[in-house]
């Protein structure tokens, strides 16, 4: 003999509901876990900016301060701040991945 469930509207909305927040909450983790992996991956790009800022960057501020760098060249990495600044936020980040290990 077979029983037949019986879903009342009330119980087939939260199920949809839920199913909803299932689907986004699955979409979120996939992307923090890609973003995550994005940022492990990153290291050996922030070793070069790590080693730009103690060496040539000075020099190239100054060039870049004196006008002998092009008009039109593209220097985000030479604000006084900038790369500074994305050392630093790059540091508090993994050590926060690294306290919750």
């Known amino acids: 003999m077979k029983t037949k469930i ?50 040539d960057w000075h020099t190239d501020f100054e060039a870049d301060e004196e006008g002998k760098l092009p008009a039109d060249l593209k220097r985000g990495v030479l604000s006084e701040d900038g790369l500074w600044d994305l050392l630093e936020e790059y540091q508090r980040l993994k050590e926060c991945f690294e306290e919750s290990e």
């Open 6 to 55: 019986v879903l009342t509207m009330k119980q087939t909305e939260r199920i949809a509901q839920m199913e909803n927040l299932f689907d986004k909450s699955n979409e979120v983790i996939r992307q923090l876990q890609q973003a995550v992996d994005d940022f492990y991956a990153l290291q050996p790009v922030i070793s070069k900016l790590e080693n730009y800022y103690k060496t």
